[in-house]
C-alpha cells in the first residue's frame, strides 16, 4: 500500500512560482511514473503532467507547456512539481498518482492506470 502526500500549496500572486511536493511512504517509487493532476472547483479533472520513473522523460498537458516542470528524487521518494508564471486559471486543488507502469503512457492525461493517489493540495493564484 502506497502513500502519497503532497505538500507546498497556497496562495501566491499571478506570474508567482510555487513548488509542490509528493512524498510516498509504504513503497518507493522508483520504478513508477508518477502523475500530477488538477481540479478546479466546477470543473473536471485536468492532467498538469506525467513523470517517468527515471525522471528523465515528462509528459505536459497543454495548458501547462513551458510554464511546469518536474524533478524527481527516487532515494527520497519524493517527486516536485516545480510551477511557474502562474496564472489564476492555474488555481486548483492539485494531486499526483503513482502510475502502475514506469513510463507515461498516452493517455495519462486520463488518470486511468494512477492506482494511489494522495489527498491533494491547494494552489490559489490571486492578487
Known amino acids: 500500500q502506497v502513500q502519497l502526500v503532497e505538500s507546498g500549496g497556497g496562495l501566491v500572486q499571478p506570474g508567482g512560482s510555487l513548488r509542490l511536493s509528493c512524498a510516498a511512504s509504504g513503497s518507493t517509487l522508483d520504478d513508477r511514473a508518477i502523475g500530477w493532476f488538477r481540479q478546479a472547483p466546477g470543473k473536471e479533472r485536468e492532467g498538469v503532467l506525467c513523470?517517468?520513473?527515471?525522471?528523465?522523460?515528462?509528459a505536459y498537458g497543454d495548458s501547462v507547456k513551458g510554464r511546469f516542470t518536474s524533478s524527481r528524487d527516487n532515494t527520497r521518494s519524493t517527486v516536485y512539481l516545480q510551477m511557474n508564471s502562474l496564472k489564476p486559471e492555474d488555481t486548483a486543488v492539485y494531486y499526483c498518482?503513482?502510475?502502475?507502469?514506469?513510463?507515461?503512457?498516452?493517455?495519462w492525461g486520463s488518470g486511468f492506470g494512477m492506482d494511489y493517489w494522495g489527498k491533494g493540495t491547494l494552489v490559489t493564484v490571486s492578487s
Open positions: 498518482a503513482t502510475a502502475t507502469w514506469s513510463y507515461c503512457t498516452s493517455w
Open positions: 513523470i517517468n520513473n527515471s525522471g528523465d522523460s515528462i
